[in-house]
């Protein structure tokens, strides 16, 4: 079935550096993929969705300079947390869009990145 | 108003027991889909099944199958014969319209623990 690989799986950084997650689709093409976010014990919040060779649509309240999010090619899309802070320690998950040929619908989702700002 | 409700913040089953997770949606849209994840406690999203609106029968996967009652709006994940390695937190969610961006709304989760 459909892979998508998201890393690093964790990572633990001081406050004001900026931290890349990568999510790269294995085995298929993705034209768009989701980056959320989850609080412990609670619901993924979509923070943005990416199209290949487009800007990335924010959610509201989602700060764009913050958040930065590049889907430079099919494969692969990256999220850039800039100048963490403490608030921003999270579970941060992406997610791609695959249609397989007469199948239903289904996102793949990465292994999720947790995220830690000291 | 929530777009999707799951009632039950946690569950204990005793294993092989089969399991009903709740969920009811909430939509105008008459074209939806309606997804189930399983999130253990790594932290991934495993997709377990899915029914659109306009499917004619439940949708079944192995174990799992769905509950689909369009009148009621309601899509009720069904475990058959539970395992211990089904505790984890499952997700309910929902896409609006046939061909959108593929943004889905999510419920809240139920935690499922299954006991020996």
């Known amino acids: 079935g459909a892979v998508v690989s998201q890393h690093p799986s964790w990572v633990i950084c001081k406050s004001g550096t900026s931290v890349k997650i990568e999510c790269r689709s294995l085995?298929?093409?993705?034209?768009?993929m989701f980056w959320y976010r989850q609080f412990p014990k609670q619901s993924l919040m979509l923070m943005a969705t990416?199209?290949?060779?487009?800007?990335?649509?924010?959610e509201q309240g989602v700060e764009k300079d913050k958040f930065l999010i590049n889907h430079a090619s099919l494969t692969l899309s990256t999220l850039t947390v800039t100048s963490a802070h403490p608030e921003d320690s999270s579970f941060y998950i992406c997610?791609?869009?695959?249609?397989?040929?007469?199948?239903?619908?289904?996102?793949?989702f990465g292994s999720g990145t947790q995220l830690s700002v000291l | 108003a929530q777009k999707i409700t799951q009632t039950q913040p946690g569950m204990f089953v005793q294993e092989k027991e089969a399991v009903t997770l709740d969920c009811t949606y909430d939509?105008?849209?008459?074209?939806?889909?309606l997804f189930w994840y399983k999130q253990p406690s790594s932290g991934e999203m495993i997709f377990l099944i899915y029914?659109?609106?306009?499917d004619q029968q439940n949708a079944t996967e192995g174990r799992y199958s769905l509950n689909f009652q369009k009148a009621r709006k309601s899509a009720n994940l069904v475990i058959s014969a539970s395992q211990l390695g089904d505790s984890a937190m499952y997700f309910c969610?929902?896409?609006?319209?046939?061909?959108?961006?593929?943004?889905?709304?999510w419920g809240a989760g139920t935690k499922l623990i299954i006991k020996p």
């Open positions: 085995d298929f093409q993705a034209t768009t």
């Open positions: 939509t105008s849209d008459p074209s939806y889909g």
């Open positions: 990416s199209n290949e060779g487009s800007k990335a649509t924010y």
């Open positions: 997610s791609a869009r695959t249609r397989e040929r007469g199948s239903n619908e289904k996102l793949f």
């Open positions: 029914q659109g609106s306009y």
């Open positions: 969610a929902m896409r609006e319209g046939l061909e959108s961006n593929y943004q889905l709304i």
